[in-house]
T-cell receptor
Framework: RKEVEQDPGPFNVPEGATVAFNCTYS??????FFWYRQDCRKEPKLLMS???SGNEDGRFTAQLNRASQYISLLIRDSKLSDSATYLC????????????FGKGTKLSVKP | EPEVTQTPSHQVTQMGQEVILRCVPI?????FYWYRQILGQKVEFLVS????????KSEIFDDQFSVERPDGSNFTLKIRSTKLEDSAMYFC????????????FGDGTRLSIL
């Protein structure tokens, strides 16, 4: 089983749509969770950390279910500028914080 | 907002040559990392560095690779005797001391081995 698995995508949605991404991780010792976004051939940029109680940042909502080892990201009212690849990222308890990345889910928002 | 900077943005090198990729982490960060991303694949951890020594490395990070913090600001990745399969984007990242803090990435060096 892959350490971090994501929806294969791509997701093609119209502007204004709500879209949800899912992610599962295999290591129950995982300690910290993040969503990064990556534009084509650019560096990963932090979108948000994911907390056990769930958290929201504007149009973005992240949820964590430790029992199911499942992370989600919800984007409401999609904008053209949301088009990117969304990376689910975890780090392991006891590591020096090195991050384990999913392969990413590509989102394309159309006018 | 402070950022991680990397140079060069693109490096083209003949197979078998040595390359040095440079990074300037965010000034108050204490943990430094190198990752690589082969075209079309996921981002992969190479090495972490703390307190002037390697704290963890992946199986990718073999004897061909080394890291150094030669002064108070730069953090370098050296790849000796480069191979075609070393062609990738190399990202430097840094973070503060709290393990739960996110890492901030530089904009990467595209390494092309001919």
């Amino acid at each position: 089983r892959k350490e971090v698995e994501q929806d294969p995508g791509p997701f093609n949605v119209p502007e204004g749509a709500t879209v949800a991404f899912n992610c599962t991780y295999s290591n129950s010792a995982s300690q910290s969770f993040f969503w990064y976004r990556q534009d084509c051939r650019k560096e990963p940029k932090l979108l948000m950390s994911v907390y056990s109680s769930g958290n929201e940042d504007g149009r973005f909502t992240a949820q964590l279910n430790r029992a199911s080892q499942y992370i989600s990201l919800l984007i409401r009212d999609s904008k053209l500028s949301d088009s990117a690849t969304y990376l689910c990222v975890v780090n392991k308890r006891g590591s020096q914080g090195n991050l384990i990345f999913g392969k990413g889910t590509k989102l394309s928002v159309k006018p | 907002e402070p950022e991680v900077t990397q140079t060069p943005s693109h490096q083209v090198t003949q197979m078998g040559q040595e390359v040095i990729l440079r990074c300037v982490p965010i000034s108050n960060h204490l943990y430094f990392y190198w990752y690589r991303q082969i075209l079309g694949q996921k981002v992969e951890f190479l090495v972490s560095f703390y307190n002037n020594e390697i704290s963890e490395k992946s199986e990718i990070f073999d004897d061909q690779f080394s890291v150094e913090r030669p002064d108070g600001s730069n953090f370098t990745l050296k790849i000796r005797s480069t191979k075609l399969e070393d062609s990738a984007m190399y990202f430097c990242a840094s973070r503060m001391i709290d393990n739960n803090q996110p890492q901030h990435f530089g904009d990467g060096t595209r390494l092309s081995i001919l």
